[in-house]
């Protein structure tokens, strides 16, 4: 029988036993150290040393995902836009340089250029053109490369636009400046955009120019968001008649199915009355001499709007702020004729119709006749 020899003995034993207390010395030198440290650096906030173990592990996996400065992970950093850079605010680490800076390129102001935006991202989205308006528009070109031997322009926005979006565009641009002309707000100026574009794609009112289509759905859009204006007041920002502006208002209404609120003296008192300069007072009493002359069918046949401009002028006549038939009819855009001949008819009942607790400064019996 042959023995082994030592030194095999020793190579058993030491790839048996060896490794095991090779490896496991440093490490636990190791995770001392590591709970040594991690007992230095959140003693305060544990008060055994295991626990401070654990809590800087789990701190640290929590912040892997995370850009953070590794000495202060719930410290705020401060983003350096010149050099690209995120530093520590508590310790003035660099933590992530290179950020992408996502803002314009060049300074824009809106009465620079024409409203150009030269901002790297461009126009916003617009739902109503095809597309989204994600289109690319090409600018004049100025050099030589622009133009081919014939002197024609080699890039052109007409073969990246279709004619459809082209007259959207411009209709859109036309019923924006038509808003702006009588101070109609941007809500106003969407709800009309929305009604041209659902008239110009169901092509229901072919022969009909845009400009009309475009009044008449501004137009509507005045009634159905609760602000209406007078044909008058339309057609004076407008190119197209009234009689035009009517027609296409009846034509679109039935094209699109919908319809509108009837307008009542209420709708226009208030305006009128403040484009007059005449005080709370007079106001409050033509809206309440309208109201009782239209429940009393005082005036029947005669528009709200030459209603509320005779109303105006009985409670003005009645009061210290005296208005003639001409300045209420600028303002109302209603003739003299037709404010005396509503006048005419609710002269006979005026003390029925003025409110118990007005201050006459002429009295009743003294009111014009006409």
Request: glycine share 6%.
């Amino acid at each position: 029988m042959v023995l082994p020899s030592v030194t095999v003995v020793f190579a058993t034993l030491l790839l048996w036993w060896g490794p095991p207390f090779a490896e496991k010395t440093p490490k636990c030198k190791h995770s001392h150290r590591q709970r040594a440290s991690g007992q230095r650096n959140f003693l305060p906030r544990s008060g055994t040393e295991t626990g401070a173990g654990t809590m800087a592990s789990s701190s640290r996996d929590a912040h892997l995902n995370k850009v953070c400065c590794y000495s202060h992970p719930e410290a705020p950093l401060i983003e350096d836009y010149r050099a690209g850079d995120m530093i520590c605010s508590e310790c003035g680490l660099v933590v992530g340089d290179r950020v992408i800076d996502v803002g314009s390129e060049w300074r824009t102001f809106s009465n620079e250029k024409a409203g150009v935006d030269p901002s790297r991202v461009g126009g916003p989205e617009n739902p109503l053109l095809s597309g989204g308006d994600l289109s690319t528009m090409i600018g004049p070109g100025t050099g030589p490369a622009s133009f081919d031997a014939f002197g024609t322009a080699k890039y052109q926005n007409r073969r990246t636009m279709s004619s459809s979006d082209r007259a959207l565009i411009a209709a859109f641009k036309e019923i924006s400046t038509m808003a702006d002309r009588i101070n109609l707000p941007k809500t106003i100026t969407d709800r009309a955009n929305n009604l041209f574009k659902q008239v110009h794609d169901g092509k229901n009112l072919k022969g009909r120019s845009n400009d009309a289509k475009a009044s008449a759905c501004l137009y509507i859009a005045c009634r159905q968001e609760g602000v209406p204006r007078t044909f008058k007041e339309i057609c004076a920002v407008s190119k197209i008649s009234k009689k035009e502006i009517g027609r296409c208002f009846k034509l679109t209404l039935k094209a699109l199915a919908t319809s509108v609120d009837l307008i009542t003296t209420a709708d226009f008192m208030s305006r009128f009355c403040a484009n007059l300069d005449l005080p709370n007072v007079v106001q409050r009493a033509a809206t309440h001499i309208a109201r009782k002359a239209v429940e009393m069918d005082i005036v029947p046949g005669r528009s709200p709007i030459s209603v509320a401009a005779a109303a105006i002028y009985m409670a003005s006549q009645a009061s210290d702020n005296k208005k003639t038939h001409k300045e209420i009819g600028d303002i109302a855009g209603v003739a003299d004729v037709t404010i005396r001949q509503s006048y005419r008819l609710m002269y006979p009942h005026a003390a029925e119709l003025f409110p118990e607790d007005f201050n006459f400064h002429t009295p009743i019996d003294q009111l014009p006749p006409v």
